[in-house]
């Protein structure tokens, strides 16, 4: 046994005792309720490795401030032009001062009513610029340096919990600990960067049991212009076997100024022109238009307390003429969902294995069919003139890092002026940060798939032969702590174009669980009827308020992470 399972025994054994889950129970849903006594807390990610690409990634309703030497001053009008940046310079606002001298890396304190600044920073670094009254035109090459402001999630919960109980430091890191060790995902994914490896994501989530093996397209940060490869780390980090049958990166080469991004599909979208939806009614009855307009950890958080899907109806513009639409969400899973269920699996108690390996001989078709009679997936559909048309059920994607989703939407039986999407799911599954719809036809794009050049394990073995292709042969994790490292080399890419890099992986994974004891046939019983998952959700929500005496829970409408 290592030493680091020898250090978590014991702490495995105080989780069991009831008390302590009592309390575990109560911090659980004080993390859910934006007290707005407790902190909130940023810090600047520093970057590097500046190129046009990355320049052009960042939104425009960032607050930008130039840095040269001591001296500082925002910059608006911003425009990317032939490896050239432009705009206008003006002297720092009152509202930009609090932030302006800061050094990335620490974590930083700010207020409620400051979030929509202090998370919307982007300080850029430069040898030199020309000027001319408040213009100023910035070479590509000369900027040295970008921060980009960031939530400190880790700061700021510990900051909700502590701050509302007083509870010691040394206790709230031995709660996240169990809650890493405990909590029911998927493979870890790590981007390495000039600073070493960084979290981008979990894949193929959802995919518990053999028969769900699934094909997932993740997102990777844009490569500088300079890269000549994209190193990639898999992880096991959980109680958990990992079978990973696919590993390649797939590289989109495309013009300049766009946005591109996979559908579960594995088709490449171009996005030109993404416009926020004019209404969002949810399923509460009430509006949060402004809450999904822009990227800014403010989420709808599917939490409407009535026995049934909740749901939340997008409305945009349709242009005239438009035959298909892109949606855009910026979203992840709750932790509530990971949480609920293990509740759930906890009913089966001493024939949890039975239970488990029975499911290997289930078609995947009566899996996915139970998922979404639960509201697991995300449910996207359109109105069209009879009625509401399913679109797609997006899979779960982990609740440790939100992912940018795109749909196509077909617009051909959309009558009217207005295109109407609902996005549906069981309570507190999802969290929606942004969402937007592009009208625009996809650009040319060329798209190859690159295996990996050497796949390392811990132990030295290149494992590259296991991940070239989706066949018989698996990567096996089956402990904490296992990793492969893998290396990609990109290929050549056309003057004036630029690269889009997503990993394509291939798997599934199975939960290691220790229960005992005789098991809840009756409850067990109850989750084969459709939405009773989300049933069991609200009333163990309220369940856990009730017994905490937390009853300002139970109706309240938390929209901020």
């Known amino acids: 046994m290592t030493k680091r399972k020898d250090a978590i025994l014991p702490i495995l054994l105080l989780f069991r005792q009831q008390l302590f889950q009592r309390i575990l129970s109560g911090l659980l849903l004080l993390s859910f309720l934006p007290l707005a006594i407790s902190c909130n807390y940023y810090r600047l990610k520093e970057e590097n490795a500046v190129s046009q690409e990355k320049l052009a990634s960042l939104p425009n309703y960032k607050r930008f401030i130039l840095r040269q030497g001591d001296n500082a001053l925002e910059l608006k009008e911003i425009a990317l032009q032939e490896n050239t940046l432009t705009g206008t310079v003006h002297p720092i606002p009152v509202e930009l001062m609090p932030f302006i001298d800061k050094k990335p890396g620490s974590t930083y304190r700010y207020k409620k009513i400051n979030e929509g600044v202090a998370l919307n920073i982007v300080h850029l670094y430069v040898n030199e610029y020309a000027q001319s009254d408040n213009k100023v035109s910035i070479p590509v090459s000369s900027i040295k340096r970008i921060d980009v402001s960031d939530k400190d999630t880790g700061a700021t919960i510990a900051s909700h919990v502590l701050g509302s109980i007083g509870i010691a430091a040394g206790a709230f890191a031995l709660i996240s600990i169990i809650a890493v060790l405990l909590k029911s995902s998927c493979p870890f994914i790590y981007v390495k960067d ?45 109680k958990e076997r990992q079978y990973t049958n696919l590993a390649e990166l797939l590289v989109v080469e495309h013009a300049p100024g766009v946005q591109v991004l996979l559908d579960q599909q594995g088709n490449a979208h171009s996005l030109q022109q993404v416009i926020p939806p004019h209404t969002v009614m949810a399923s509460d009855g009430r509006e949060y238009t402004s809450l999904l307009a822009s990227q800014d950890s403010a989420v709808w958080s599917f939490n409407d307390a009535a026995p049934k899907m909740n749901f ?48 290997k001989d289930v078609p995947a078709s009566e899996l996915y069919q139970w998922q979404r009679e639960q509201g697991i997936p995300l449910l996207v559909e359109v109105k069209t003139a009879k009625g509401w048309k399913t679109v797609d059920r997006i899979h779960p994607v982990g609740p440790l890092a939100s992912r940018d989703l795109v749909v196509s939407i077909p617009l051909a039986e959309v009558p009217g002026e207005n295109v109407q999407v609902r996005l549906s799911c069981g309570f507190m599954f999802w969290e929606i940060d942004r969402a937007g719809m592009d009208f625009t036809s996809n650009q040319t794009m060329t798209m190859q798939k690159i295996a990996a050049a050497q796949a390392y394990e811990k132990s030295g073995q290149n494992v590259r032969s296991l991940l070239a292709t989706s066949d018989s042969s698996y990567l096996h994790q089956f402990s904490v702590g296992d990793a492969v490292a893998l290396t990609f080399l990109l290929p050549e890419k056309g003057k004036g174009n630029v690269q889009a890099t997503f990993l394509h992986t291939r798997g599934y994974y199975e939960h290691i669980r220790e229960y005992s004891g005789i098991p809840n046939l009756v409850s067990l019983r109850a989750f084969e009827k459709p939405g009773h998952f989300y049933l069991f959700s609200r009333q163990r929500y309220t369940q856990l308020a009730e017994e905490n005496n937390f009853p300002n829970l139970l109706t309240a409408h938390a929209t901020t992470r």
């Open 194 to 238: 000039g600073t070493g490896y960084h979290f981008v994501g979990e894949a193929y989530g959802g995919a518990i049991f053999a028969p769900l093996e699934r094909d997932d397209y993740m997102p990777l940060p844009t490569p500088a212009s300079s890269a000549k490869q994209v190193q990639v780390k898999i992880t096991n980090e959980l």
């Open 312 to 359: 939340v109806d997008l409305q945009f513009k349709k242009p005239s003429g438009s035959q298909t639409g892109k949606l855009l969400l910026y979203a992840q899973n709750s932790l509530w969902l990971d949480y609920l269920y293990d509740e759930f699996t906890k009913q089966f108690k001493g024939i949890y294995n039975h239970w488990a390996e029975k499911q």
